[in-house]
């Protein structure tokens, strides 16, 4: 069993920069794919990042391309998301998420999920 524990967001202003973490325990994690998504208010839950267990791939939503960063340090069993530039419409609870095989951006299908974390820009 995985426990997944999102953390680092907050209310910041247009433009500004946020990193979220998501730290696991349970099991070491560096086998995992691992996931970011957000669920905005009155909508479903999107796909926002993903990364391969050893990092080597990324992907990202066009929404997030360029502004957004996924990474990993599978020594201390944690996965970033570095949010730059960030707009209103990035607000929402974003979710981490991990499972065997490969990064995908249906939301179904993933193994473990956190709790999430909140983060609102205002304009």
């Known amino acids: 069993q995985v426990q997944l524990v999102e953390s680092g967001g907050g209310l910041v202003q247009t433009g500004a920069s946020l990193r979220l973490s998501c730290a696991a325990s349970g099991r070491d994690i560096s086998g995992y794919a691992m996931g970011w998504f957000r669920q905005a208010p009155g909508k479903e839950r999107e796909f926002v990042a993903g990364?391969?267990?050893?990092?080597?791939?990324?992907t990202y939503a066009d929404s997030v391309k360029g502004r957004f960063t996924i990474s990993r340090d599978n020594a201390k069993n944690t996965v970033y998301l570095s949010m730059n530039s960030l707009k209103p419409e990035d607000t929402a609870v974003y979710y981490c998420?991990?499972?065997?095989?490969?990064?995908?951006?249906?939301?179904?299908?993933?193994?473990?999920w956190g709790q999430g974390t909140q983060v609102t820009v205002s304009s």
């Open positions: 990364i391969t267990w050893s990092g080597g791939i990324t």
């Open positions: 998420a991990a499972d065997l095989g490969t990064p995908r951006r249906q939301t179904t299908g993933w193994r473990y």
